[in-house]
């Protein structure tokens, strides 16, 4: 039986992003993710699926921080997926999401050089995780060896879980209540997850705001990430 057709996408509202990093600690949780400390960060060497860009924005009498959530874009036209020798990366033509395979990779790193956002991270390390840590593993995630690229995948082990579970209770898939770590703990709601593909879903609606807009638009990469603008007097709906 053919999968039914999805673009998952994500939409940002940096009005109300605080900066409290709440997405980047769940990710770590959900996807396994090691932490490498302070001096091998200093070396570029951080390994965060997402991260928190922070901006300074106005005068020095009426500076304030600005935050910006920065992940996989998930584009349609992934400029890093042509270019792996290894086929490790490719587009899911089913979820309409760039995919990782990590047992194909070879630590070429001509994705993560290639990716013009540069949320492509190469693992330096075996994966260390002290106690208690290492006792809340997901048990749906690997443990990435040493040696080769990771990235967000959109939590896709809850989207095919949440599909599984609607099929075997013989009910329709109800996109909207797959929510990535990221966007389940998110304190502001200012990530929204869903089919973008579904005209009436929030997410779809918020991407055809007037504030929506992708990064690095001029490259035509079509990212499926979409980012609202900061409004003075915007109050979110629905």
Same mark, same amino acid.
């Given at each position: 039986?053919?999968?039914?057709?999805?673009?998952?996408?994500?939409?940002?509202?940096?009005?109300?992003?605080?900066?409290?990093?709440?997405?980047?600690? @769940?990710?770590?949780?959900?996807?396994?993710?090691?932490?490498?400390?302070?001096? =091998?960060? @200093?070396? !570029?060497?951080?390994?965060?699926?997402?991260?928190?860009?922070?901006?300074? +924005?106005?005068?020095?009498?009426?500076?304030?921080? =600005?935050?910006?959530?920065?992940? &996989?874009?998930? %584009?349609?036209?992934? *400029?890093?997926?042509?270019? &792996?020798?290894?086929?490790? /990366?490719?587009?899911?033509?089913?979820?309409?999401?760039?995919?990782?395979?990590?047992?194909? %990779?070879?630590?070429? !790193?001509?994705?993560?050089?290639? %990716?013009?956002?540069?949320? !492509? +991270?190469?693992?330096?390390?075996?994966?260390?995780?002290?106690?208690?840590?290492?006792?809340?593993?997901? *048990?749906?995630?690997?443990?990435?060896?040493?040696?080769?690229?990771?990235? %967000?995948?959109?939590?896709?082990?809850?989207?095919?879980?949440?599909?599984?579970?609607?099929?075997?209770?013989?009910?329709?898939?109800?996109?909207?209540?797959?929510? *990535?770590?990221?966007?389940?703990? &998110?304190?502001?709601?200012?990530?929204?997850?869903?089919?973008?593909?579904? *005209?009436?879903?929030?997410?779809?609606?918020?991407?055809?705001?007037?504030?929506?807009?992708?990064?690095?638009?001029?490259?035509? /990469?079509?990212?499926?990430?979409?980012?609202?603008?900061?409004?003075?007097?915007?109050? !979110?709906?629905?």
């Amino acid at each position: 039986m053919a999968e039914d057709k999805y673009r998952w996408g994500m939409v940002v509202d940096l009005d109300l992003c605080t900066g409290c990093q709440a997405c980047v600690v @769940a990710c770590h949780a959900e996807n396994n993710v090691p932490t490498v400390g302070e001096v =091998e960060t @200093a070396r !570029r060497r951080s390994m965060h699926w997402i991260r928190i860009e922070r901006y300074w +924005h106005g005068a020095d009498d009426e500076l304030r921080a =600005e935050f910006m959530p920065l992940l &996989c874009q998930h %584009c349609q036209n992934a *400029p890093c997926e042509p270019v &792996c020798p290894m086929y490790a /990366t490719y587009h899911d033509p089913n979820n309409q999401l760039n995919i990782q395979v990590y047992n194909r %990779c070879a630590g070429i !790193r001509y994705c993560g050089v290639n %990716c013009p956002y540069k949320v !492509r +991270h190469f693992n330096w390390f075996d994966p260390y995780f002290p106690e208690p840590l290492n006792e809340q593993l997901n *048990p749906d995630v690997t443990v990435r060896r040493r040696g080769i690229m990771e990235k %967000c995948m959109f939590c896709i082990q809850r989207i095919r879980r949440a599909r599984d579970e609607a099929r075997a209770r013989g009910e329709p898939f109800n996109t909207e209540e797959v929510k *990535p770590a990221c966007v389940q703990t &998110c304190p502001t709601d200012a990530l929204v997850f869903g089919n973008l593909l579904e *005209p009436e879903s929030e997410v779809a609606r918020l991407a055809r705001s007037p504030r929506a807009f992708v990064l690095l638009e001029d490259l035509g /990469t079509e990212p499926s990430l979409f980012y609202l603008k900061r409004g003075e007097s915007y109050v !979110r709906t629905g």
